[in-house]
């Protein structure tokens, strides 16, 4: 069946540029999540839903970072005014539910110039 | 906080060497503990689970015991691969509904 699918994979933009990053869970998951995977940072945290909502925003590291899930399935990442340090792997996984194994997609390469 | 603690790569081994890659972890609850895997090119993947201490989780011949006492999921694999490189990350689930909490992972390359 059909996995996390993520878009773009690869997104390479020019510093203060806005940039937005999609993910489409797995149907039938009701939490989804963000990570995001720098160079020497391991994988880092940023937000998940469960369903529209989002009950823990503390892992977004500034308020340049924005997300939303509606209709309790896809779900976008924005990030405003973007600078170098975004330059990372962001990740999105779903889950069944909050506590079962998170499922990942492939990733959204992001370069900020 | 939650905290996962894991050893620093890279690992060279040749092959059908044994790997053992050290996970050690600080949890306020009692977590469900993983370990994923991400092969080059490609997105993580979950490669086994233990829920509760004591439990043994096991996959692809690779194994990993949930240890209380010590607050360790090590992962062990009695003979690798050339196909077993990849990055492998140790995490942990609170149950009190947190996301996971990674390692910085840990690089392991196989030679033939």
């Known amino acids: 069946g059909a996995g996390v699918s993520q878009s773009p994979s690869n997104k390479v933009t020019e510093k203060g540029k806005d940039v937005e990053l999609r993910c489409d869970p797995i149907?039938?998951?009701?939490?989804l999540y963000w990570y995001r995977q720098s160079l020497g940072q391991g994988l880092e945290f940023l937000i998940y839903?469960?369903?529209?909502?989002?009950?823990?925003k503390s892992g977004l590291p500034s308020d340049r970072f924005s997300a939303e899930r509606t209709g309790g399935s896809v779900s976008t990442l924005t990030i405003q005014r973007t600078q170098q340090e975004d330059s990372a792997v962001y990740l999105c996984a779903s889950s069944l539910d909050f506590n079962q194994p998170q499922h990942f997609g492939d990733g959204t390469r992001l370069s900020i110039l | 906080g939650n905290s996962v603690t894991q050893m620093e790569g890279p690992v060279t081994l040749s092959e059908e060497a044994f790997l053992t890659i050290n996970c050690t972890y600080t949890a306020t609850g009692y977590p469900s503990l993983f370990w994923y895997v991400q092969y080059p090119g490609e997105g993580l993947q979950l490669l086994l689970k233990?829920?509760?201490?004591?439990d043994k989780g096991s996959n692809k011949g690779f194994e990993a015991t949930y240890r209380k006492e010590t607050t360790s999921f090590h992962l062990e694999k009695g003979s690798v691969q050339v196909s077993d490189s990849a990055v492998y990350f140790c995490a942990l689930s609170d149950k009190g509904n947190t996301p996971l909490v990674f390692g910085k992972g840990t690089r392991l390359s196989v030679i033939a």
């Open positions: 839903f469960q369903g529209n909502s989002a009950p823990d």
């Open positions: 149907s039938g998951h009701t939490a």
């Open positions: 233990a829920t509760k201490a004591d």
